[in-house]
């Protein structure tokens, strides 16, 4: 089929997200709807087939009666066009909490188990510059910060694969004309009209508010400079980390009046960033809790316990989020530690506790408070302390934190 000027322009700037040296397997989710089918048409004539191998993903959620008709159409869709396709299942929804966020994070889960079992390092989602200006909107109502209103990223970090927007410049309409042009259906998620959501009452405000410059383009651009005031603010938290910031076990320490004299938004990510690592999440501390433990320095957040030294602030393990944890002599205890030592068939790796503690006569030798060492893995035979490797050394076991420093550090500028 010939190509008109518009298609041309689309598929050079598609193209163009990918730079010159594209991987050589690109997964496609599509969900059947309108951009990612427009996304995955696009994408076949992006690429020479010798250059890039192209997979598609479907997930069906098992939430409407349509998804399996739909999740068909796409791999009837994707036959024709020649690439392999597969359909992902959940069945996960117990029925309880937020139905669309747990479907969404279930949808991501599969979608990179999915790419990793077939070698897929990059996932393009159909993501449109209208979705953007939407983020936009919905934080602003939520009166989000630089990190909020930088909206979604044209590349993100997606548990060890690399998820990429590569439509974010493009609009709903002009994907919309190019599906028409190329007489291909779609499905209408019926949830489009629905008011009930939130994204569905912005994006009809968008509509009234198109009068007043608010336009799609305007609002990504906002976005745009909040990425790029984030990225500023991301080296100035990295600098002030390596002047301020220790590991010692498996806490950071900051260095105390120095903490104190940084700018707001520096030490309000610095902590929040501590939290994250030192508890091994995947996402920050909400934003006005982690305002309140700026100004406060003590307290809970995110399975952590922030502790005041006399010159110091150090973010440690909290015992609450660790104490069920068990993990055999092979493998990580909560999935950061691993320990090293004369282990036998017995032993167990969980947290020291008090009881352990209590246990451990020269833990204060080691100077880390006892909030923190009951947090720290330690050995044990049933209910026979072993050892307490961070609470006492004996240069016989060893407990290391995986990653360490430089770990910390450099998520400080990829977080
Ligand atoms: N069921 C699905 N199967 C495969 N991919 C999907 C599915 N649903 C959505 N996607 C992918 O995600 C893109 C964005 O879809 P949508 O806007 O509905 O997601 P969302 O729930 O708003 O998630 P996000 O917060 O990431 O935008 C789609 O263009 C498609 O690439």
New binding site residues.
């Given amino acids: 089929m010939l190509l008109s000027s518009a298609d041309r322009t689309l598929i050079g700037a598609l193209r163009a997200v990918f730079g010159a040296n594209p991987p050589a397997r690109i997964g496609v989710?599509?969900?059947g709807?309108g951009?990612?089918v427009a996304?995955l048409h696009l994408l076949t004539r992006c690429f020479d087939d010798r250059e890039v191998t192209l997979f598609a993903?479907?997930?069906?959620?098992g939430l409407r009666p349509e998804a399996a008709q739909e999740a068909e159409d796409v791999a009837r869709l994707a036959q024709q066009l020649g690439i392999s396709h597969q359909i992902l299942h959940w069945h996960g929804w117990g029925g309880r909490g937020n139905m669309?966020d747990r479907a969404?994070r279930a949808?991501y889960e599969l979608?990179a188990d999915w790419a990793k079992n077939n070698e897929i390092s990059m996932v393009?989602?159909?993501?449109t510059i209208d979705?953007q200006a939407e983020t936009v909107l919905m934080r602003l109502a939520r009166a989000s910060g630089v990190d909020g209103l930088s909206a979604?990223a044209e590349r993100t970090p997606l548990s060890g694969i690399t998820l990429i927007r590569p439509m974010l410049k493009q609009s709903r309409a002009d994907l919309r004309d190019y599906l028409r042009r190329q007489g291909l259906c779609w499905a209408e998620?019926p949830g489009n009209e629905d008011l009930a959501y939130d994204?569905i009452r912005v994006r009809k405000a968008l509509g009234v508010l198109h009068s007043l410059g608010l336009t799609a383009p305007k609002l990504a651009q906002v976005a745009a400079n909040m990425q790029s005031a984030r990225d500023a603010l991301k080296q100035q938290t990295y600098s002030a980390a390596l002047q301020i910031a220790a590991i010692d076990g498996g806490d950071v320490v900051f260095a105390l009046p120095e903490f104190r004299s940084l700018p707001d938004e520096v030490a309000r990510r610095l902590l929040g960033q501590a939290i994250r690592w030192v508890g091994g999440g995947d996402y920050l501390p909400r934003r006005v809790p982690l305002q309140a433990a700026v100004a406060d320095l003590s307290g809970t957040l995110g399975g952590c316990r922030i502790l005041q030294q006399k010159d110091a602030i150090r973010i440690a393990r909290e015992y609450e989020a660790v104490k069920s944890f068990q993990a055999a002599p092979d493998q990580a205890w909560d999935g950061l530690w691993r320990l090293a030592g004369p282990f036998t068939p017995e032993h167990e790796i969980r947290a020291l506790g008090a009881a352990g503690l209590a246990q451990c006569r020269n833990w204060r030798v080691s100077g880390r408070p006892r909030a923190s060492l009951i947090a720290t893995p330690a050995i044990w035979r049933g209910d026979d302390l072993i050892a307490a490797p961070l609470a006492e050394e004996t240069g016989i076991w060893r407990a290391e934190r995986v990653g360490g420093r430089k770990d910390f550090l450099a998520s400080l500028l990829s977080h």
């Fill in positions: 989710a599509v969900s709807g951009d990612s996304l993903a479907t997930v069906n959620h669309q969404r949808r979608l393009a989602t159909g993501h979705d979604m998620d994204r």
